[in-house]
């Protein structure tokens, strides 16, 4: 019969559809709502330096409004040069990006986008621009991912990949 076959492939896209939208549903409403003023200190995924990681760190308001204090050390997307042994290079002042206040969704999601963080060091500037969205696991867990676009004071520009952080009260 002509169109049974581009009916049954309909149908079963539409059922697909409902399923994906049902599944985003559910994990949207699995974020959870923060501990009202628990400060959260974690790092990101990837292996660190020198036996040292790249923390994230935030504290969520005495409404669970807000996060304050969002902050988060890299070593850039134009690359750092050799490492000497012992030393903790995310928290040199050139590495740390002060994100701030980011707000927090009833639902115990977060998110900001184009946050400027300017650093200067002998008359060069690093300008990094951050986007970055989570949520609440539990009262006391969060994750999430960063992106950011570093540009220099000469003109040089680089995009990092999505970097994903988990952070604990």
């Not at 790249?54 to 040069?81: D, E, H, I, N």
């Not at 200067?120 to 970055?132: D, S, Y």
């Amino acid at each position: 019969m002509p169109g049974t076959r581009s009916r049954t492939a309909i149908a079963a896209l539409t059922c697909a559809a409902l399923a994906a939208g049902a599944a985003a549903g559910a994990a949207t409403a699995l974020a959870a709502h923060p501990k009202k003023g628990a400060h959260f200190s974690g790092s990101f995924s990837f292996p660190g330096i020198n036996g040292f990681k790249a923390p994230v760190s935030f504290t969520v308001s005495k409404t669970a409004k807000t996060l304050t204090g969002l902050q988060y050390s890299t070593l850039g997307c134009f690359g750092s040069g050799g490492f000497q042994k012992g030393v903790d290079y995310y928290t040199k002042p050139g590495n740390i990006i002060k994100v701030g206040t980011v707000k927090v969704s009833g639902s115990g999601h977060f998110s900001a986008s184009g946050v400027v963080s300017k650093f200067t060091i002998a008359g060069f500037t690093t300008t990094t621009t951050t986007k970055l969205s989570g949520s609440f696991t539990s009262a006391k867990a969060a994750s999430g991912t960063i992106t950011f676009v570093q540009k220099l004071s000469s003109g040089a520009s680089c995009v990092s990949f999505a970097l994903r952080f988990k952070a604990k009260a």
